[in-house]
């Protein structure tokens, strides 16, 4: 999976997020946000050479509880996670470099031959 460009119809639960298998992006933020918007080319160039990273684009705001169970307070907010542990994160990143080092970090990682959330079942 690559660059997501759209927000999830519904997000996951965090229940859900914490038995996710494999390397994972998720964003939140909101389609109206500007921050959000400024980076969706850093985060697109950034996750191409690592195709095996599901990137899920949650979003965010009052009444949200995925983002307030991982604290999320500005926009976008970056959350790298590895077998559902948050590894790394980035709020606001201004450079692709960032946000490279940290997918390299979970690529890495990455166990083969695990289920990636969305491909056995829907979130």
Same mark, same amino acid.
């Given at each position: 999976?690559?660059?997501?460009? $759209? /927000? *999830?119809? $519904?997000?996951?639960?965090? !229940?859900?997020?914490?038995h996710?298998k494999?390397a994972?992006?998720?964003?939140?933020?909101t389609?109206?946000?500007? /921050?959000?918007?400024?980076?969706?080319? &850093?985060i !697109?160039? =950034? *996750?191409? %050479?690592h195709?095996?990273? @599901?990137h *899920?684009?949650? !979003?965010?705001?009052?009444?949200?509880? &995925?983002?307030?169970?991982?604290?999320v307070k &500005?926009w %976008?907010?970056?959350?790298?996670?590895?077998?559902g542990?948050?590894?790394?994160?980035? @709020?606001? %990143?201004q450079?692709?470099? =960032?946000i490279? !080092?940290?997918?390299?970090?979970?690529?890495?990682?990455?166990?083969?031959?695990?289920?990636a959330p969305?491909?056995?079942?829907?979130?």
């Amino acid at each position: 999976m690559s660059y997501s460009a $759209t /927000h *999830l119809a $519904t997000a996951p639960t965090r !229940e859900t997020v914490d038995h996710f298998k494999g390397a994972v992006l998720l964003e939140f933020g909101t389609p109206w946000c500007g /921050h959000c918007a400024r980076a969706q080319p &850093l985060i !697109e160039a =950034a *996750l191409q %050479p690592h195709g095996q990273v @599901v990137h *899920l684009k949650v !979003e965010d705001g009052p009444g949200r509880p &995925l983002g307030r169970s991982f604290g999320v307070k &500005l926009w %976008p907010t970056l959350i790298f996670l590895k077998d559902g542990a948050e590894t790394a994160r980035l @709020v606001r %990143p201004q450079h692709a470099a =960032a946000i490279g !080092e940290a997918l390299a970090q979970i690529d890495a990682q990455s166990s083969s031959g695990g289920a990636a959330p969305g491909n056995s079942t829907s979130v």
